[in-house]
């Protein structure tokens, strides 16, 4: 199927210092493409993958499950890596997930992370139900544009398919076990207002990585989707200065840029 107009991935060859951008379950490249842009445009080699099965039909998607989804952005790391001598990931709800397992699995390769609104677990007695409901009913209803932002609107699914959200689940699970390996630099941005993804999971995060450089910052003003809310400038302001702060190069780079 081809990919909805919007939800294209995205990539920019800059400087030595790279970003790789994780989107979430059933979204596309579209929710963090502004970011993207945002820091290609001071200098940075970007990534942004579109993961298998999304940005085209549900069904495309029903056939995947979380090794392919990460796969992918293994994958884009690793490429990144190759050309780029510091690397950071980072990643929206599921893709805050992704993040962090590049990052507990990669070491060193990975400078430091950041997440926003990031999901460690699938929530709700429906989700004890999904090994068997799977194979009953085909999806539930959409978890796409949550957003506080009256003209804001995330390219997304409608319709979850439930074996993705059982593959899902167990990929949540893993993660969790591989947190305490999480030693880089981490910054993480949540939205109090989160009708997606509680609260609990970025706590659950902080309590179980072993970064001991952590920054956490509230985003009062978005929902779940905060990287097309009303705190995105806030996001890449903060994301850069992050990176920045680690890798300083980025500001040399972002002036030979024009950033």
């Avoid at 990643?91 to 400078?111: E, I, K, P, T, W």
């Avoid at 699914?157 to 689940?169: E, G, K, N, W």
């Avoid at 989707?225 to 890798?247: C, P, Q, Y």
Wanted: proline share 6%.
């Amino acid at each position: 199927m081809p990919v909805l107009p919007g939800a294209e991935p995205f990539r920019h060859e800059g400087g030595e210092v790279g970003v790789l951008l994780c989107h979430g379950f059933t979204g596309s490249p579209q929710s963090l493409r502004s970011w993207a842009e945002y820091l290609a445009e001071r200098g940075l080699t970007v990534s942004l993958p579109l993961l298998p099965g999304h940005g085209s039909r549900w069904e495309d998607m029903a056939i995947t499950g979380w090794q392919d989804w990460y796969a992918e952005v293994d994958r884009e790391l690793r490429a990144l890596r190759e050309r780029c001598a510091h690397v950071f990931v980072a990643g929206l709800s599921m893709g805050g997930a992704l993040a962090l397992r590049l990052a507990a699995r990669h070491g060193d390769a990975v400078a430091g992370v950041v997440v926003v609104n990031p999901a460690n677990k699938v929530h709700g007695l429906s989700a004890y139900a999904l090994p068997v409901a799977r194979h009953l009913v085909r999806t539930t209803k959409g978890i796409a544009s949550d957003i506080a932002k009256a003209d804001g609107a995330e390219l997304g699914y409608d319709r979850v398919p439930l074996h993705c959200a059982h593959s899902l689940r167990a990929f949540f699970r893993l993660v969790d076990g591989e947190l305490p390996q999480v030693t880089q630099p981490l910054l993480l941005l949540r939205s109090p207002q989160d009708h997606v993804v509680p609260p609990a999971d970025s706590a659950r995060i902080l309590s179980r990585v072993s970064s001991v450089d952590v920054t956490e910052v509230l985003l009062e003003h978005s929902y779940h989707v905060a990287t097309l809310d009303n705190d995105a400038d806030r996001i890449f302001g903060e994301s850069f200065g992050f990176i920045g702060r680690i890798a300083p190069s980025v500001g040399k780079e972002g002036t030979a840029a024009g950033g």
